[in-house]
């Protein structure tokens, strides 16, 4: 081979080598920015028809509704904890920290931190939702199994009623 080829060869090669690297990088990178989103239901029961369970010390968010009488707080610190239900069973979500302002129970929450064991989660944030009509979109579909329609796609049946003065 001439000096003249294995040189283009060696560059083609390096070039290879760092545009998988790159991608290498960013996939792993990737993979720690995410979190699963289940429902009590599916952390326990498993998810889809394999009923694959997350494996302790995984990342993942968890949305339910706060099971009234179920909060308990240390007097002496921030730590608290309570129940989340959807249809099915509990689960326990221990949290260290100032809860949201609309945090209370009967409330629908999404949780977001650490798998402990099957049934509890060690929560790094809360997040409560902003007024009684919204539900994200997943905990909706998962508890009551409603598909959301952008208002640019109903139909006048599905329309909702506003009343009051216009």
Same mark, same amino acid.
């Given at each position: 081979?001439?000096?003249?080829?294995?040189?283009?060869?060696?560059?083609?090669?390096?070039?290879?080598?760092?545009?998988?690297?790159?991608?290498?990088?960013?996939?792993?990178?990737?993979? /720690?920015? @995410?979190?699963?989103?289940? +429902?009590?239901?599916?952390?326990? %029961?498993? *998810?889809? &028809?394999?009923?694959?369970?997350?494996?302790?010390?995984?990342?993942?968010?968890?949305?339910?509704?706060?099971?009234?009488?179920?909060?308990?707080?240390?007097?002496?610190?921030?730590?608290?904890?309570?129940?989340?239900?959807?249809?099915?069973?509990?689960?326990?979500?221990?949290?260290?920290?100032?809860?949201?302002?609309?945090?209370?129970?009967?409330?629908?929450?999404?949780? /977001?931190? @650490?798998?402990?064991?099957? +049934?509890?989660?060690?929560?790094? %944030?809360? *997040?409560? &939702?902003?007024?009684?009509?919204?539900?994200?979109?997943?905990?909706?579909?998962?508890?009551?199994?409603?598909?959301?329609?952008?208002?640019?796609?109903?139909?006048?049946?599905?329309?909702?009623?506003?009343?009051?003065?216009?």
């Amino acid at each position: 081979m001439q000096p003249r080829r294995q040189k283009r060869l060696a560059a083609v090669i390096l070039v290879i080598a760092l545009l998988t690297g790159a991608v290498a990088a960013m996939l792993y990178a990737l993979q /720690q920015n @995410i979190d699963l989103f289940y +429902t009590p239901s599916q952390l326990v %029961e498993g *998810l889809g &028809k394999d009923k694959v369970k997350p494996v302790p010390g995984q990342r993942l968010r968890i949305g339910g509704m706060v099971v009234p009488g179920s909060v308990q707080r240390d007097p002496n610190s921030l730590k608290v904890s309570f129940d989340l239900v959807d249809t099915g069973p509990l689960v326990r979500v221990t949290y260290e920290g100032i809860l949201p302002d609309l945090f209370r129970e009967g409330q629908g929450i999404v949780a /977001q931190g @650490i798998l402990v064991d099957a +049934t509890t989660i060690d929560a790094s %944030e809360v *997040l409560a &939702k902003h007024d009684e009509e919204y539900m994200p979109p997943e905990v909706a579909e998962a508890i009551k199994g409603i598909k959301h329609v952008p208002p640019s796609q109903q139909t006048t049946s599905e329309a909702p009623v506003k009343e009051g003065r216009y």
